[in-house]
């Protein structure tokens, strides 16, 4: 617990459109899950909102009857409620407490999907998530006049979350039960933004005034994130890197003139893993469990994952790729160099599904080198971790990258990454220069330029360090012994928190 006297525990709502266990499509709902539960064990008394999604009924979790409201939409009052769920995965021993709320509106909420059906987005999504920021600010009101719990942190998460921090500074200004909460935007991604036609900014609840360039107006369309990235007291992305790279036309998305006018209230926080599932010398998928004191299994798990594929039982490195086959990681990269790869001595695993052609090409050349290239266009939890336990290097070379944590997953397993160095890519891999293999800090290989080139040099190098054995082994075990937790992070986040706070007074 990081709690002193000077530094009472803090009431923190989370709000965010997917939580593990309740809902996920992404990686949002593993940080929000897994911060909310390490900001309770640091003492915190948080509660998480998320829709009350059909999946979630579906889990059968008892809930309570719920607080009920109306709220305004595009098409006049609606009905919602907020009950509070018994999920046991998100339960906290003490010291702290964790409760999760779900907002409910069948109508907008019990579908199929979180966002989209058939690969089409909801066309009321606006109105979806504006009643539900809505109505977390009623029960924040709710539990103000009720229960005396006021939030001091809302603590938002991406463009679905992000109209709360808009409501605080405008529609509920100056409501006592508010009148000292402060706002943090976190941005998982900016290539989603809630994009909406100017017709529905009415959905918001919003002033009129409040449609212009510099709040909610972007180019003549409604911008949701845009909006909270305007009006959050802090803004936080989940690496330093990427937070200092989007305030550029490149890693932008267009934003890039709001986010920097606003850089003094941006920080970077990289995320955690999840040590437990994530940990060579306990993982149920590994076949013979090994750690950094001790690699021997890491060897058995090379020759099982060979066999597994079909590869040939060799001692030359086993390059993996675990990632959705997209052009954001980089995958034609990885194309690229494999008519060069395969003059030299190593094998190439790939696991992936994403774009057609991608899938296509990848599975071309395993069909071309068959015991050289294995290639699995399908998801599968258990062969990534062989993966990340059987391979000796993970190749990355992202074009962007908000974080990341198949890199995390492969510096926990001694599986040395080799990176393209941006976002959370460069903030969590040490390169190999001499003078950082000389201090023990060097985890891995990067490269700067977006070209397989560059991408090969860094191979090339990777795999000329990999033939001097004890180099190779003091690379993998700096990258095994890295702190990963996610009890890191949240500390990070509070400190932030506090210093936001103690900016104080109603602004
Ligand atoms: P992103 O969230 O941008 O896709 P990350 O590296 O942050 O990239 O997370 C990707 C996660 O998805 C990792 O846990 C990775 O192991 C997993 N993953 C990606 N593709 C597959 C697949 N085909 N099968 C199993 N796991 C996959």
Redesign the pocket.
Known sequence: MNLTPDQPPLNICMVASEVVPLAKT??LADVVGALAVEFAKLGHDVCVMLPAYRHVDELGYQMTEGVRFSVPSGHGPIDTRVQEVFAPPLHVQGPGRLRVFVVRHDPYFSRSGLYQEAGRDYPDNLDRFASFCRTVMEMLIHFGEHDGWRADLLHVHDWQAALCAVYLRTLYQGRPSLSHTRSVLTIHNLGYQGLFPATQFSSTGLPLHLFAPAALEFYGQVNVLKGGLVFADLLTTVSPTYSQEIQRAEYGCGLEGVITERKGVLFGIVNGIDTEIWNPATDPYVIAPYHASDLAGKARCKKALQRELGLRLLKCPLLGV???LTS?KGIDLVIDVLPELMELDVQVVI???GEPHYEQEVGEWAGRYPGKIAVRT????G??HRIEAGADMFIMPSRYEP?????L?SLRYGTVPIVRKTGGLADTVVAYTPRAFKESRATGFSFTDSSSASLLTCLLLAMSVYRKKADWQRIVKTGMTQDLSWSRSATTYVHLFRQVISQGGDQ
């Open positions: 992404g990686g675990i990632a959705r954001q696991l992936g599904t399908v998801f599968d939890e062969l990534a974080c990341g944590l198949s890199q997953y």
